[in-house]
């Protein structure tokens, strides 16, 4: 089976831009969670989606917005980018709804550079 | 609040050796305690999990030791090999409800 994957792998945008990020799931998993990794805070949930439905969300400001598609497949959006924003953003599968607990698998991330 | 804490930050290994990270977490609603692996350039990968009915798991050169009553687990990994160089994360959650919380990763060389 295919693992996760993320679209782009690089990206450099500029502050006050917006961006889409896209992450394929593996075949069948129904469940996507977004991760964002730093080297200050190290890995932060963003939100979780099953079945089209966001089913968690981390503490992130409401430019951080996502959303998930009936094949599975899930993007992630940033509006009006900050310097800060500047990051690895991890996607991760599940066959279900996971709560964490079952085993996450990682796509590569997407590495965001905000100037 | 950090849920979870992890260290050392960074860690060097002589090959051979005994590598150990610790961990502390807060919430005692944690049940489920993953340690997750990840090599420049790449995702995350499960190591190895744990849940605290039991004190100890083992695979392979890696084992987890669980302390419930003093809220802390480690990763054990025995004749350390420079391939095992990498970024170890734990982590932990209430089963079936909330995600992850991940400490902040300890950058583990191990040295020939």
């Known amino acids: 089976k295919a693992g996760v994957t993320q679209t782009p792998r690089y990206l450099i945008k500029t502050r006050g831009q917006q961006v889409t990020l896209s992450c394929s799931p593996i075949?069948?998993?129904?469940?996507v969670s977004w991760y964002q990794q730093t080297p200050g805070q190290g890995l932060q949930f963003l939100f979780e989606y099953f079945s089209e439905t966001q089913r968690n969300k981390g503490n992130f400001p409401g430019r951080f917005s996502g959303r998930q598609f009936s094949n599975s497949r899930s993007e992630m959006n940033v509006s009006t980018l900050e310097l800060g924003d500047s990051a690895l953003y991890l996607c991760?599968?599940?066959?279900?709804?996971?709560?964490?607990?079952?085993?996450?698998?990682f796509g590569p991330g997407t590495r965001l550079l905000v100037l | 609040q950090q849920q979870v804490k992890q260290s050392p930050q960074s860690l060097i290994v002589q090959k051979g050796g005994i590598s150990i990270i610790n961990c502390a977490y807060e919430n005692t609603a944690f049940d489920y305690f993953p340690w997750y692996q990840q090599f420049p350039g790449k995702g995350p990968a499960l190591l190895i999990a744990i849940r605290p009915d039991v004190s100890e798991k083992k695979e392979g050169r890696f084992t987890i030791s669980f302390n419930k009553s003093a809220k802390q687990f480690s990763l054990h990994i025995m004749d350390s090999q420079p391939g095992d160089s990498a970024t170890y994360f734990c982590a932990a959650s209430i089963a079936g409800n909330t995600p992850l919380v991940f400490g902040k990763g300890t950058r583990l060389s191990v040295i020939a």
């Open positions: 991760a599968s599940t066959p279900g709804p996971t709560g964490g607990a079952e085993t996450q698998y």
């Open positions: 075949s069948g998993h129904r469940s």
